[in-house]
């Protein structure tokens, strides 16, 4: 059966089979495991009947050797590459003011341009003329 179709009580009631299913495989008895878990014998049958919560599930799992099953849960999803473009353009740069020497930072002297928010300041050198013998002015 797909489990797109399963109501939510369903596929509970599926986990909670399935989690039985792998108890009787070890012969192990609801006593054993629920004293392993930590929890009572009671809440240990609710959670085989599809009624639990989610750190019950998972320390059952644990006990029985299965916390494997919920590794595809826990992965991340892959990022889109289109998602991860359209956040790059959102990003406003800063440039730097000066080109590496103090000589040339003091003569490449920033103008301030606001753009957008009252944050988002882009610093863009000013451009110098070259003299004739190659030196800026």
Known sequence: MRTMRMSDDAIAVQIGQAI?????RKNITQDDLANSV?????????LEKGK???????STLRALGS???????MTPPPVSPLAVAKSK???????????GSARAT????????SK??????LLIPKKTRRSQDGEDS
Not at 106 to 113: D, I, L
Not at 116 to 121: A, K, N, V
């Open 89 to 99: 353009k959102s990003l406003t740069r800063i440039r730097a003011v000066g080109y």
């Open 52 to 58: 639990g919560t989610i750190a019950t599930l998972i």
């Open 67 to 73: 916390l494997d099953l919920l590794t595809h849960l």
């Open 38 to 46: 930590g929890i009572s014998t009671p809440t240990l049958q609710k």
């Open 106 to 113: 003091a003569r490449n002297t920033a103008v301030h341009v």
């Open 20 to 24: 039985r299913e792998r108890r009787l």
């Open 116 to 121: 957008g928010s009252p944050g988002s300041t």
